[in-house]
């Protein structure tokens, strides 16, 4: 059974950092790439930030290049989101998920598996 399983989230003020993790296991588990993306109240889910699972190459959105970073700790199975400068604007549900080495790094339809998410709520 694969599982993913994301924390670090919570309440934090404007110009402040979390960072997240997401802890990956199970038999069936893809070796290409892991991705963060969010979803706001009344919004769809967009993409946040991708890394391929050699760690050799890393993918952002445009909203949050510069200020979120995204690394894989191979021997610990976890992939992690360290997101600096938050904004209000940076509100939302945090989600991980295993791509399934097929199509965009950027699309909901490429990653098969996806964790419960985790509260990020930035005050201004």
């Known amino acids: 059974q694969v599982q993913l399983v994301e924390s670090g989230g919570g309440l934090v003020q404007a110009g402040g950092s979390l960072r997240l993790s997401c802890a990956t296991s199970?038999?069936?588990?893809?070796?290409?790439?892991m991705g963060w993306f969010r979803q706001a109240p009344g919004k769809e889910r967009e993409f946040v930030a991708a890394?391929?699972?050699?760690?050799?190459?890393?993918f952002y959105a445009d909203s949050v290049k510069g200020r979120f970073t995204i690394s894989w700790d191979s021997p610990k199975n976890t992939v992690y989101l360290q997101m600096n400068s938050l904004t209000p604007e940076d509100t939302a549900v945090y989600y991980c998920?295993?791509?399934?080495?097929?199509?965009?790094?950027?699309?909901?339809?490429?990653?098969?598996?996806w964790g419960q998410g985790t509260q990020v709520t930035v005050s201004s």
């Open positions: 890394v391929r699972w050699s760690g050799d190459r890393t």
């Open positions: 199970g038999r069936t588990f893809s070796r290409y790439a």
């Open positions: 998920a295993d791509h399934n080495g097929y199509g965009s790094y950027y699309s909901t339809p490429s990653y098969d598996y």
